[in-house]
């Protein structure tokens, strides 16, 4: 069975971030005007246990599903294996 990973792509700009392992904790925020951008936080402070990643991105969050590639080349997107995660915008 092959090693399956999960690819973020923020779909306005098509930024790709990961591929994550199974079980990667992430927050997406989607933030209109500011570069896509990953943080980790973990280790950073005691309340960020629950969250491994925060990720920015300028439109909606896509999900892929992938397969690494032998010898660290990459990875194979798995076709059909993918859906949109759309992102409610802030309250005013």
Do not use: Q
């Given at each position: 069975?092959?090693?399956?990973k999960i690819l973020v792509v923020d779909c306005e700009s098509?930024?790709?971030?990961?591929?994550?392992?199974?079980?990667?904790?992430?927050?997406?925020?989607?933030?209109?005007?500011?570069?896509?951008?990953?943080?980790?936080?973990?280790?950073?402070?005691?309340?960020?246990?629950?969250?491994?990643?925060?990720?920015?991105?300028?439109?909606?969050?896509?999900?892929?599903?992938?397969?690494?590639?032998?010898?660290?080349?990459?990875?194979?997107?798995?076709?059909?294996?993918?859906?949109?995660?759309?992102?409610?915008?802030?309250?005013?």
């Amino acid at each position: 069975m092959p090693d399956y990973k999960i690819l973020v792509v923020d779909c306005e700009s098509a930024e790709e971030f990961g591929p994550f392992e199974d079980g990667t904790r992430i927050k997406y925020t989607e933030a209109n005007g500011a570069n896509p951008s990953i943080k980790s936080m973990t280790g950073e402070n005691s309340k960020a246990d629950a969250v491994d990643f925060h990720i920015k991105g300028k439109g909606d969050m896509c999900l892929k599903l992938v397969i690494p590639n032998d010898g660290n080349n990459g990875y194979t997107v798995v076709d059909g294996c993918g859906c949109c995660c759309p992102v409610p915008p802030p309250p005013k």
